[in-house]
């Protein structure tokens, strides 16, 4: 990235500053705004333990160091506005939503196509892309919204996406998105520093451990009012649960279950070898856009280790959830016929598959086959150091492809 140390070295753009005090003191700038109350504790305690492993781990780029900058700044100027659009609107907190319903499974065991297949159904909430990654709303989104033009964070997801599409070509074929496409709630977890995604970007283990560590209900919560927020926002119906999912609610899962204790969680399984393959080349794609010294090695070990604590804990926790909120489908039945699939979801849900609801859902996999057809995604355990044999030997026990569950 040679254009941004010219840039910086005539003093044509300013160096990015990963130092706090400086961070929070162009959020403040940028805004307008100081206050920032809600659980700041705990969001200075995750980054006083995430800025010294990008310092010391990630082995940032440039490029890689510029992102990091804005991500944390974005975050810190969405808090403000956030804080200052519930001090005006405090009927957004007082906002009963419907239990959401949760997909909960491993990186790359089919959890994207769960969500938006149930997306189709009119009768549920779900989050596009845009809202996702920028989950509060700018001044410049209401002033958008009214003059009836365009949420302007739909063009700056598109770009966003152009962007990294350009350094990486392959990223959008591991994780086929766009602005207005279904997505997952990373971002909304990000607003505690708490998100998965940050280690899926950047190699940061000491960070990673700490959130593995460390309950994580305060972030839990914080979702809770984003969707409230995104909610009254939108002027979506809250009474149409909202269909999420993030791989992340599998270590989280206690926190997931303490701040939405009536949310159905539809668990998903794939072979572990599967798993730990597609996870590592996925963490490698986003990986090298940000760091030109990342070693495929380390990552099959690192996803290794975290497939298997995110199935441990998942197994160990699933039997303090009542039952009668727990579904099991497997990555192998969804593939050989999604329509059985999703009849046995509806009858565990207690909802009815309606004729409408079933064509949407059709049209959307008829979609994703033309847009994918030329964007499969290839990877080998044995790029990342592992072999099937060591994965089998840890993951196995938690293997469930083999054959659906009931329900």
């Not at 998903?268 to 080349?281: E, K």
């Not at 197994?315 to 489908?329: E, K």
């Not at 996999?365 to 033309?370: F, G, L, N, P, T």
Request: aromatic share 8%; with cysteine; net charge neutral.
């Amino acid at each position: 990235m040679g254009t941004l140390n010219a840039a910086w070295s005539h003093g044509l753009s300013q160096p990015v500053d990963l130092c706090p005090e400086r961070l929070r003191a162009m959020a403040e700038a940028d805004t307008g705004l100081s206050r920032d109350s809600h659980d700041r504790d705990v969001f200075e305690a995750q980054l006083s333990l995430l800025l010294p492993a990008l310092h010391e781990e990630a082995r940032l780029t440039d490029f890689g160091r510029l992102v990091s900058h804005g991500s944390l700044l974005k975050v810190m100027k969405e808090r403000l506005w956030m804080d200052a659009i519930l001090a005006d609107h405090p009927e957004i907190e007082r906002i009963e939503l419907a239990p959401p319903i949760f997909v909960v499974g491993s990186m790359r065991s089919g959890t994207t196509r769960i969500q938006r297949l149930l997306a189709g159904d009119p009768g549920f909430n779900a989050l596009r892309f845009f809202e996702a990654q920028a989950p509060v709303p700018s001044p410049r989104c209401f002033r958008a919204r009214s003059r009836g033009r365009a949420d302007p964070r739909i063009l700056q997801s598109r770009l966003i996406l152009g962007l990294l599409a350009s350094i990486n070509p392959a990223i959008l074929k591991v994780h086929p998105t766009g602005p207005l496409e279904v997505d997952e709630e990373l971002g909304l977890l990000d607003q505690s520093l708490s998100s998965a995604m940050i280690e899926a970007q950047r190699r940061v283990p000491s960070f990673a451990r700490h959130c593995e560590a460390t309950d994580q209900t305060p972030a839990y919560r914080r979702m809770l009012l984003l969707l409230k927020l995104r909610t009254w926002f939108e002027g979506a119906d809250p009474s149409k649960p909202y269909v999420l999912k993030t791989p992340q609610h599998m270590q989280d899962i206690v926190a997931l279950h303490a701040v939405f204790p009536d949310s159905p969680l539809l668990f998903l399984h794939r072979d572990p070898v599967q798993l730990v393959a597609s996870g590592a080349s996925l963490a490698w794609n986003q990986m090298v856009i940000q760091s030109d010294d990342v070693d495929p090695h380390w990552i099959g070990r690192e996803w290794l280790h975290k497939t298997g604590h995110r199935l441990a804990t998942v197994s160990a926790v699933r039997a303090q959830i009542p039952a009668r909120l727990q579904f099991d489908l497997t990555y192998g039945e969804v593939n050989a016929d999604w329509r059985a699939a999703i009849a046995r979801t509806y009858a565990f849900l207690g909802r009815d598959l309606t004729p409408a609801t079933l064509a949407a859902m059709t049209r959307y996999v008829e979609r994703a086959a033309r847009d994918h057809r030329f964007a499969s995604h290839r990877y080998r355990l044995e790029d990342f150091g592992l072999h099937p044999g060591e994965v089998q030997e840890q993951l196995s026990r938690w293997s469930v492809e083999a054959e659906p569950i009931a329900a």
